[in-house]
């Protein structure tokens, strides 16, 4: 008699009864939770997360904190880099300071770069504009042919009055045209140029060809002569062409057009000359001459920037609250991101003071801080305008005022002693990766990258326990599985000799 089951088979014989199991070990997949019926691969993953739950929670509020820190440092180095640039570009506009005017066209006045001006009441008169010399070839250029080769030599100097040349004893090295120069007009205008002698050279065309153009800068003692030596068998007519002199019996050459001259002028009476057309005087007012004055002199007046200054103040208070409200934010002693940064903590202090702070360097008597035009500091810190304080200060001591907001000199804009440069020099700092921001920027930025990698090897070993646990389960599981094979194989023989009976 035979009985065949799904895990075993089983042959009895009345003489003798033998018995052959064959059971089939589970994979790992298939094993989990076959034998005793408990889903371990849950159990698995539970008891994996609970093993590292507490690391896990650990690195997740340290990474959590570390972006809020980056964050809260990319908001304050935006917040104060903003409020300085913006300063900086108000003050350097000249807004801000007085204003300069011109009752003719003739005249244009300006202030002179960093310099600042109280007042200004003066009458310009222009008799003459400084010129440049300008000769013009009298015969055209092919443009096919060639020019000519050999050497130019310039010479600088001055017309005197009986007409005549007197150089000024300057070196030039000749200006050597090759046959590649002479091929065309435009090559020997380059070369001439490229020697930087003082005269540069252009081409002008018409319809009867080309013409060279020689051009030096403005001012009498700016005069030039060009003579040229053409090489032997070169083209004949050459760069003779070329000549420019002052000889009224050459008949050839270049014609001087436009002869040097220094610019004639007056102000209020007093006569001047000047070599070029743009004066800077010593008092920071810069003039430059447009045409000759025919309907009598120019007035040249000013006027104070009370409107601008005032609304100035009042943008930088405003400002100034906003980019405090973030700080003491970030800085909180409780919730605060940077709370225990110290450069927050100095860059806060930095904005304090700056009520206080020193922006004109005089020793007059005039008002020299914020608080002393009306900017006073209420409890909390933030600021605000007496605008009655405000008034009186800037109608009585405008030149003060202007010197708060003075442009910034330096090629960071951190010198000087004006609120653009105060604020500048904290930008300045904030953005150090020494000692400010910028050095909480790259601390914050390496935790995260430490931080990275213990998050990495934490993945690693939540992956290596749950790999072993899920292994050492699979093992117990086929066990099980196995004594449950047995189990029923001999229940099934038990009901087979029950039966035989």
Known sequence: MAITTSSATATATTAKTTTTTKATTPNLANALGAGSGVDTAALVKSLVEAQFAN????????????????????????????????????????????????????????????????????????????????AVTKESFSTTGSVGTGTLQLKLGSVKEDGTFAANGTTIPPITITSSDAASLQKVADKITAAKAGVTASVVTDANGQRLVLRSTDGANQAFTLTATPDSGSVSPGLERLNVDFDSSTTDGAEVVTRAGNAVFSIDGVPMVSASNKITGADGVTLELKAVTTDGPVTLSSSKPTEALTEAVNNVVAAYNEMLASVNKATDAITGDLRADPAAQAMKRSLQKLTSADLTGKTDGTPTTLAAIGVATNNDGTLRVDKTLLASAIANNPDAVEAMFAAATGSDGTTGKSLPAALNRIAATAKSTTLGLGASDKRYAEAQGALAKEQAKVAEQTEATSTRMTQQFAASEARVAAYKAQQTFMENQIKMWTRSE
């Open 55 to 134: 690391k896990n929670a650990r690195l997740t509020r340290q990474a959590e904190t570390l972006t809020a820190q980056v964050s809260a440092v990319s908001e304050l180095k935006s917040g104060i880099t903003g409020f300085a640039s913006a300063l900086t570009t108000l003050s350097e506009s000249g807004g801000l300071t007085t204003q300069l005017t011109s009752s003719s066209a003739a005249v244009k006045v300006s202030t002179a770069k960093g310099a600042t001006v109280a007042s200004l009441n003066a009458s310009v008169s222009v008799a003459r504009l400084a010129t440049p010399q300008v």
